[in-house]
């Protein structure tokens, strides 16, 4: 019983709480309870030796006296409803004491409605249900034992590593064969598990491994970011396992030995030419092992599964994840990043800068600092690097808008001795793109000097020679003989008659010969 005479005495002389229930071995809750309805009945220590802690506790407790025993609770009752989610100890301890409520009976206080419960569950040798909720969490990890698929085309063996998932409420299981433990296959196994359950888990808890986990220590939790992005398209949250702690996954552990047993061992004796071979032969024996009974509880894996777990699974998404990849590279001053044996494009103005590459089988995504700045169709094999024109500056935009065409019908506006000089140009070499960049600087210099200009400058060019050169018209230009007198003169001769003779065009600016 608790000393109510005592708590007072020792209140009266300023104790704090915590220093009386230390004193007294009961909680400060109980102390401060004890205090106020001190309070609110109007005493006052000291009080006479004819109150007893009896008497006390009839007047602060009315009818609780009157009976000896608590209520027990119903633990099979209890056991069953921690089952289900949400439902926790607190909860049903709440339930319980609206019953005693209800009934007249006085009910446990939680610490010792969970201690006797805990001691229900150690005797009858059960585990606890509170962390196996039917949808909650859904155990994922490789098999350590492998098989063989034989590569008829190779003649060699290839090693084959099964994925095992294991929904710990039913211990309903799913495995699946891939050629390696990649990142691809991590995730390819997981959409294929959910496309199996027809459901998601709340929660995922895979092992540390590397493909699924960067970094998890006491302090810091770093995820694969692949593995992160589908984890979130299902609407599920990814609690990995402690390091060196199995015991947080036992589920999937236990599952990884039965289908190493009743899989794996199995199928020994069997020759598996495709990976599709195998995976048909493990969902049958899959569907065996789930099938199985029980030893120790009714009903099987199954059973379990469509009775207690499904319904309470997440709902698949509309559209299944696109798997992709995540890299982190520094754009170079060609502004292009490579994925596999393509490249492509990205703004100009991000060069030396450090971006985000988001590589799925369609597309080719780059963010920097979680904004897009760049989409592209993904094209495999492709030699040549994808450029779109809005990730250039203005010169190489123009520079890709060069074709003969397009200088000719330039030229054409500007003057037929510009036409000629372009033409020229063009054709003065084995391929038509090597006068390319002469007519681009021809355009420069329009640009520059006006297309009048530029138009007189040919024409005086083409006066001195049949092949004039970017040289020769620049140096018209820069010396503005263009704008000489006889420019007219000389238009209407046949230039194509005359070279160009040294010191001819001091001589002209002189305004004769010395002949």
Known sequence: ????????????????????????????NTVAEVVKLWEAHGLSWPVSDKLTNKDLETLFYPGRGSRSERKIPDYEYIHSELAKPGVTLTLLWAEYCAQCQLEGEV??????FSEKYRAFAGSKKITL????????????????????????????????????????CSLYCYAEAFSDMKSNSWIRAHMNAFRFFGGVSK?????????????????????????QEMAEHYGSVIIPARPVKPKDKPNVESAVGFIETWI????????????????????????????????????????????????????LPATPYENALWKRVTIQPDYLISVGESKYSVPYEFIGRKVDVRSSDKTIEVFYDGNRIASHVRKDGNGEPVYLREHMPEKHKKFLSYSSEGFIDWAEEVGKDTLAVVKH???????????????????????????????????????????????????????SQDKLDDYDSIRSRDSRKYGITRGYHSQISKGGTDQ
Not at 208 to 215: D, F, R
């Open 203 to 227: 929660i995922l808890v895979p092992d540390n491994l590397k493909t699924g986990v960067i970094k998890n220590t006491k302090y810091e939790l770093i995820l694969n970011r692949s593995y």
């Open 425 to 479: 140009f063009l054709g003065s070499g084995r391929m038509v793109q090597q006068g390319f960049k002469n007519c681009s600087t021809l355009m420069r210099l329009a640009d520059r000097h006006s297309t009048t200009r530029l138009e007189r400058a040919c024409t005086r060019a083409l006066s001195y020679t049949p092949s004039p050169s970017i040289k020769n018209i620049t140096t018209i230009l820069k010396n």
């Open 107 to 112: 009910p446990y206080q939680l610490s010792q």
């Open 264 to 315: 794996l061992a199995a199928l020994r004796h069997q020759k598996f030419f495709s990976f599709e071979e195998l995976n048909f032969a493990i969902r049958e024996k899959l569907h065996e092992l789930n099938q199985k009974s029980f030893q120790k509880r009714k009903g099987s894996r199954l059973t379990g599964f469509i009775e207690e777990e499904k319904d309470y699974l997440l709902p």
């Open 129 to 168: 249900r509170i962390k196996r909720k039917p949808g909650e969490t859904l155990e994922v990890d490789w098999a350590g034992d492998t098989i063989s698929v034989y590569d008829s085309a190779l003649g060699e063996e290839i090693k084959a590593y099964i994925f095992v998932a294991c929904l710990p």
């Open 1 to 28: 019983m608790i000393n109510y005479r005592e708590i007072i005495r020792l209140h009266s002389l300023d104790l704090s709480f915590r220093s009386i229930s230390s004193s007294l071995g009961c909680s400060r």
